[in-house]
């Protein structure tokens, strides 16, 4: 993701180029906004004309440089949803999908062509301008959750509930990659979010590329076939790449508005200074007028006879005068009129513009019907060829399916030979490999008499036969040169895995670090299934265990612990994940302890304030506090202590989860009860309930029952101490009666153990009445769906004369 927004940022311009993100993620067939987790189940949009797919409800943040869109995606990582299974430490529960919307504003030249009847030729008044174009470009970079299979996760509650979403989403995809494969009519992208969110990026308008990640290990031989031929099918798709860009008619007429105002804004002003002109020159004719009778008065009054000679004079000057104010009283009223007419020229031209305006308005909308009419057209065309497409093809596939059996036939006997090859034992197993050989030798010869009598029928396919096995050839010599490839690459392997506490490379985490009731579930689990499976699981532990010890013996357990004491908080954390991975095999234990990783261990949780190490750490302590020697260690080593701070000074449910692990392990030794208690161990696993996490609840809960449970066996079987339960005193009574009847069936399970052997305590019959836990026992011991559950309850009820006397009083 960052690399894709470098790339974007480093080729674009900001003066014409926007860039806007948006991220968030499909959790549980619900889309939640990551840069704003209060915004949860946003809903599609779908143009009914174009078909494209928006989010209306999500953020979207314009990125500025590649710092801003940094912080933005932290943000985004932290309040995406993950989980620890069996398989991954930190298994991401939700497809993450991040939409970069690109704008890019373009101007083209194009000639209006319009002309006036009234004033002749205007064409040339919009010819050469430019009208905005913009170039519209989106990117979607999904991260998908990959599918789990129950057996080998070990899923439950809440994470069970997830898996079954991811594989129903993943499973929608296969469906439509399958449909666009076979050219089906029918492309089912509704069945999911995923795929309506998805839809251009498999046979739309988009470029895509899609990434498989495989594992050589032959554990998983089933996913890493399946993966390939999902791979295969999606790369059948075709799809047709379209530049999308547009008429920016807003920013036209926009334009066009502010020319409109420029020129009413001209004509304003020059009608103004004509106004103030005209109000000059009619001055300047009162004042002409003005002068002309006061020179008439003075004539008049003077005499005939002192002025004869004047008059002349005076009439040939009041003359000129006259003559000069008349030709500058023309030349104003010239004037005047040509700057009418310019003024009617300018309203002319005005008129002619708002007239030009709703023109273009006019033909926008029909551009719009066409561009309208031509999809619709362009729709029915592209459907009319794809169905002629898939014609041709099916008659294709049909014409080649006889040579296609005959190559099946070829490539079985080929997998068989290599198959019988790679397992062949004993001089036995190579009689038998020859029988089957010699039979697939036969089958070989049939399939080449089949080859010739239709190479004697058709010359056509004879050839194309040959060009199949031409095929075939570099294909197995491409297979080949990669089986080389492999075995360089796994030799370079083993060579970084030795090179890694000189190196500091990463270590793989292939463990889970908390384990819960290994005894029971493992004998259900057998119950359930039969002998097989027992026989499929021991061998993959063992092949695990083997792994594991290998690494241990090439690397060193002293070098990867002294890792533990580095300075690079990454290198610290790969070596907790190496550590808590030995921890949780027994035969690992002992060597860690006796190595000092305990104490390593315990100064890594004293120390540390990075919460991926806290949670790591405190999944290793959980695997080894399955031990009971190493749970009175880590008890005399403070480490209960520590684990208790940790609780109370974190808020991150899965560090939560592993260190209410860790102490319900720990509860599970009646010797350490106490010391458990004094060291604020009880108290710590009852405040963590705060999280509302179902998985922290669960585990808060199992640690009651094993705490409840070694009390009822130490004092029914061993009498070791008498007195009211130590669970009294922080309320864990109350706690348990309140969440008898939680929704999750594990976390049920564990309460009404803890409440059964809670009852069996006749110090503790007080509490019961008081706190209304008889009506909770009696319920128990009726609707509980576990039968050994009901008996149990039953006999606590039986063997506490308190408790029975007052289910007798109140029924």
């Not at 023109?359 to 909308?365: L, M, P, T």
């Not at 908080?569 to 808590?580: F, L, M, P, W």
Request: glycine fraction near 6%.
């Amino acid at each position: 993701m960052l690399r894709a927004l470098e790339d974007i940022i480093g080729n674009i311009s900001t003066s014409s180029d926007t860039i806007e993100v948006s991220y968030f993620q499909l959790y549980k067939e619900s889309i939640q906004d990551l840069l704003a987790p209060e915004k949860t189940n946003i809903h599609i949009n779908e143009d009914p004309k174009t078909g494209e797919v928006s989010l209306p409800g999500a953020t979207v943040v314009k990125i500025q440089d590649l710092d801003n869109f940094l912080q933005l995606l932290q943000v985004g990582e932290g309040n995406r949803h993950a989980a620890n299974t069996k398989m991954n430490t930190e298994s991401s529960r939700s497809h993450a999908i991040l939409m970069v919307h690109i704008r890019r504003a373009v101007n083209e030249k194009v000639n209006f062509g319009i002309n006036s009847p009234e004033k002749g030729s205007r064409s040339d008044l919009f010819d050469g301008k430019d009208i905005p174009i913009v170039r519209k470009g989106k990117l979607l970079i999904v991260d998908l959750a990959g599918s789990e299979r129950i057996d080998k996760s070990g899923s439950e509650g809440l994470l069970l509930e997830e898996a079954k979403f991811i594989n129903l989403s993943l499973s929608s995809l296969g469906k439509c990659i399958n449909a666009l494969a076979e050219n089906s009519p029918h492309i089912p992208t509704r069945d999911s979010k995923l795929t309506r969110l998805l839809r251009d990026s498999f046979g739309g308008t988009a470029r895509t590329s899609l990434i498989i990640t495989i594992g050589p290990s032959a554990r998983h031989h089933a996913e890493t076939a399946s993966t390939i031929m999902f791979g295969q099918r999606a790369m059948r798709i075709v799809n047709t790449v379209k530049v999308k860009e547009e008429f920016d008619y807003e920013s036209l007429c926009r334009k066009l508005e502010n020319q409109v105002d420029n020129l009413t804004a001209d004509i304003e002003r020059q009608q103004k200074l004509r106004d103030d002109d005209k109000y000059e020159l009619e001055k300047q004719l009162r004042e002409c007028q003005e002068n002309f009778a006061e020179a008439n008065k003075i004539l008049v009054t003077r005499s005939a006879e002192q002025h004869q000679l004047e008059k002349a004079t005076y009439q040939k000057v009041l003359a000129d005068t006259t003559q000069m104010y008349e030709k500058k009283i023309a030349e104003l009223i010239k004037q005047i009129e040509d700057e009418h007419a310019r003024s009617e020229s300018v309203e002319e031209q005005l008129d002619l513009m708002k007239k030009l305006l709703s023109e273009n308005q006019k033909s926008i909308q029909n551009h719009q019907m066409e561009s309208s009419r031509h999809q619709n057209a362009l729709a029915d065309t592209t459907q009319i060829y794809e169905k002629k497409i898939a014609e041709l093809v099916k008659q294709l596939q049909d014409e080649h399916a006889r040579f296609e059996v005959a190559e099946e036939q070829l490539d079985l006997a080929k997998r068989l030979l290599t198959d019988h090859q790679k397992t062949m034992q004993g001089q036995k197993e190579i009689d038998e490999l020859e029988l089957k050989f010699q039979e697939m030798y036969q089958l070989q010869e049939n399939t080449l008499h089949e080859l010739q009598l239709l190479k004697s029928e058709n010359k056509d396919l004879l050839e194309e036969k040959a060009t199949l096995n031409e095929k075939l050839d570099s294909v197995s010599q491409r297979l080949s040169e990669e089986e080389k490839q492999r075995k360089a690459i796994e030799n370079e392997l083993v060579k970084l895995k030795r090179a890694v506490p000189e190196n500091d490379n990463d270590f793989e985490d292939k463990t889970s670090y908390a384990k819960e009731d290994i005894n029971k579930q493992s004998s259900e689990f057998g119950n359930r299934t039969g002998s097989y499976r027992s026989n499929q699981l021991r061998g993959t532990l063992s092949g695990q265990r083997a792994t594991i010890a290998k690494i241990c013996e090439e690397v060193g357990l002293q070098k990867i612990l002294q890792l533990l004491a580095s300075e690079d908080s990454d290198i610290q954390i790969h070596a907790v994940k190496v550590v808590a991975n030995l921890a949780a095999e027994d035969i690992n234990q002992k060597r860690i302890v006796d190595e000092g990783g305990l104490d390593a261990l315990l100064m890594l949780l004293h120390s540390s304030e990075n919460t991926t190490i806290l949670r790591v750490v405190s999944g290793a302590i959980a695997n080894l506090a399955m031990n009971e020697q190493n749970q009175g260690l880590i008890i005399d080593k403070r480490g209960a202590q520590l684990l208790a701070k940790i609780a109370s000074k974190t808020d991150d449910p899965q560090t939560l989860r592993m260190v209410a692990g860790a102490l319900a392990n720990l509860c599970g030794n009646e010797k350490l009860l106490l010391l458990l208690k004094e060291d604020g161990g009880v108290k710590a696993l009852l405040g963590m309930v705060r999280s509302g996490s179902s998985d922290v609840i669960a585990q808060v809960a199992r640690g009651l029952a094993n705490f409840a449970k070694c009390e009822s066996r130490g004092i029914i079987q061993a009498g070791h101490r008498t007195g009211r339960s130590l669970l009294m005193d922080d309320g864990a009574l109350a706690w348990l009666i309140a969440n008898s009847n939680t929704a999750s069936a594990s976390t049920r399970r564990h309460i009404e153990l803890a409440l059964c052997h809670l009852a069996q305590n006749e110090d503790n019959a007080n509490d019961f009445i008081s706190g209304g836990g008889v009506k909770v026992l009696f319920g128990i011991s009726e609707e509980s769906s576990r039968e050994d559950i009901r008996n149990l309850a039953k006999k606590s009820l039986r063997l506490n004369s308190s408790l029975q006397a007052e289910m007798h009083m109140q029924w």
